[in-house]
Nanobody, 114 residues
Framework: QAQIVESGGGLVQPGGSLRISCATG????????MRWYRQAPGKGRDLVAM??????DTNYAESVKGRFTISSAKNTFYLQMNNLRPEDTAVYYC?????????WGQGIQVTVSS
């Protein structure tokens, strides 16, 4: 059964950086759309960043533009988060979608606090 696995979350101080990863377990990302979402306590799940494979089309939420970068390599995609703020605290979910397959990560906690 296909699945994707997230890693790299944790606790970071305001202004710090963190990179979270989403591994497809061997499924090539070619032809996919990759997205990162986040859900803060008591709030809905919001789209943070998306990219088509090859990086031809990339978009970010206004709140993270200039601070977050989505990228990919082979079977893994990433969210590099710089200049983190307390309001970035959330559970982050990755999503990879091909024509016939739609996979979600298990969610990973990112906490920004001093």
């Amino acid at each position: 059964q296909a699945q994707i696995v997230e890693s790299g979350g944790g606790l970071v101080q305001p202004g710090g950086s963190l990179r979270i990863s989403c591994a497809t377990g061997g499924l090539p990302l070619t032809g996919s759309i990759m997205r990162w979402y986040r859900q803060a306590p008591g709030k809905g799940r919001d789209l943070v960043a998306m990219s088509t494979s090859g990086g031809g089309d990339t978009n970010y939420a206004e709140s993270v533009k200039g601070r977050f970068t989505i990228s990919s390599a082979k079977n893994t995609f990433y969210l590099q988060m710089n200049n983190l703020r307390p309001e970035d605290t959330a559970v982050y979910y990755c999503n990879a979608r091909w024509n016939v397959l739609d996979l979600w990560g298990q969610g990973i906690q990112v906490t920004v606090s001093s």
